[in-house]
């Protein structure tokens, strides 16, 4: 994970998404232990308050769980279980601004798939 943050949400949000997107990526796999909430803290310069609240959110969310005396892991069925989520999130946030974006520029679904395959697209 990187160090820096943004001031355009918390710092303990911005780490739980740092993690979201590790388990998304698959560097962090079910099973694996999270780091500690001090060597978090520590290697990040940030209260451990902030780790735990991170952690505490993806505890409640049963994407990590607490084991008494040795730490976080990640859950099986997390990555899916995240993927289930953001997928409903975009679709209900963020495409109806996409859509409405796309229906404003006139842009058809033959010009976006021809970006798209092309080498200054996204693919």
């Known amino acids: 994970m990187r160090a820096e943050w943004s001031d355009e949400a918390p710092i303990y949000r911005q780490l739980r998404e740092r993690i979201v997107l590790l388990i998304l ?11 500690s909430v001090r060597q978090v803290a520590a290697d990040y310069r940030i209260n451990p ?3 735990s609240k991170a952690y505490q959110e993806l505890s409640e969310e ?5 084991r008494r005396g040795l730490g976080l892991y ?3 069925g997390a990555r ?5 989520q953001l997928r409903q999130q975009f679709l209900d ?3 109806p601004r996409v859509l409405k974006r796309i229906e404003l520029l006139d842009l058809t679904p033959a010009e976006l798939l021809a970006f798209n395959s092309s080498p200054g697209g996204a693919a």
């Open 93 to 95: 946030e963020e495409w």
């Open 74 to 76: 990640v859950n099986e």
């Open 80 to 84: 899916e279980k995240l993927k289930t």
């Open 25 to 35: 990526e698959g560097a962090l796999a079910p099973g694996d232990a999270l780091p």
């Open 62 to 66: 049963n994407i990590v769980e607490k």
């Open 49 to 51: 308050l902030t780790v």
